[in-house]
């Protein structure tokens, strides 16, 4: 039987997960799971969950693991999981890694890939990045308050996510170090974290982590 293959995508925010999760999601076949992109998506569609979680994004807050553990849950059952699922923005916490080990089938690989950059670079990172609203494909603006614009890949308005605001980013930050940073010895003492250098091209990190994912 085939293996299922789950690539859990740990760093900062402001990272580079969801570029790279795009290109692994491509060359390895498998979905591109990012909860955050799932709450924005139910945010703007203005669904009673959205309602529910718009008030924790706005405020860089997470929201709570038993939330996200049954969002996660319920799209690992699509039929396009069944090959394996890239994890971008999960799991966050402790609680959330057991409720992932929990879920996992036998016949899983599983690499942890932590993306290792600096916090004054992320946060430089993140102030600069725009998105385009539509196909959520991801921008480097060139100053800070810089200017919003139309998508080259769909068309679509490129605008500053709403949590990339200089406050929102110290306290998304402050919620990465507190809630989060523990799942590194969580993945390392399981032998499972692989650590990549971030801070280089989108290509070089990209070679990087293939070749550890196929070392796995
Ligand atoms: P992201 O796009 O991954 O930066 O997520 C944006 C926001 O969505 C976060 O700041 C949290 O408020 C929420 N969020 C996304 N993923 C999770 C998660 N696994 N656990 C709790 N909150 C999450």
């Not at 799971?33 to 959205?50: D, N, Y």
């Not at 100053?143 to 200089?166: A, F, I, L, Y």
């Not at 993945?187 to 994912?213: H, M, Q």
């Amino acid at each position: 039987m085939t293996d299922r293959l789950i690539i859990v995508l740990l760093g900062k925010q402001g990272a580079g997960k969801g570029t790279q999760a795009d290109l692994l999601s491509k060359h390895y076949g498998i979905p591109h799971v990012s909860t955050g992109e799932i709450l924005r998506a139910a945010i703007k569609a203005g669904s009673e969950l959205g309602q529910r979680v718009k008030g924790v994004l706005d405020a860089g807050e997470l929201v709570s693991d038993e939330l996200v553990n049954d969002l996660v849950e319920e799209r690992f059952a699509q039929p396009d999981a069944a090959r394996g699922v890239l994890l971008d923005g999960y799991p966050r916490t402790v609680g959330q890694a057991d409720a992932l080990a929990a879920m996992l089938l036998p016949n899983t690989v599983t690499a942890c890939i932590n993306l290792d950059v600096a916090t004054d670079l992320v946060t430089e990172r993140l102030a600069m990045r725009r998105v385009c609203k539509a196909c959520s494909a991801i921008y480097r603006s060139v100053d800070p308050s810089g200017e919003t614009g139309v998508c080259e890949r769909c068309g679509g308005e490129v605008v500053q996510r709403g949590d990339d605001t200089p406050e929102a980013i110290r306290q998304r930050l402050s919620v990465y170090e507190r809630d989060t940073a523990p799942l590194l010895d969580y993945y390392s003492t399981r032998d499972l974290l692989i650590t990549i250098n971030g801070d280089d091209s989108v290509d070089n990190v990209f070679a990087a982590i293939t070749a550890a994912v196929d070392e796995a």
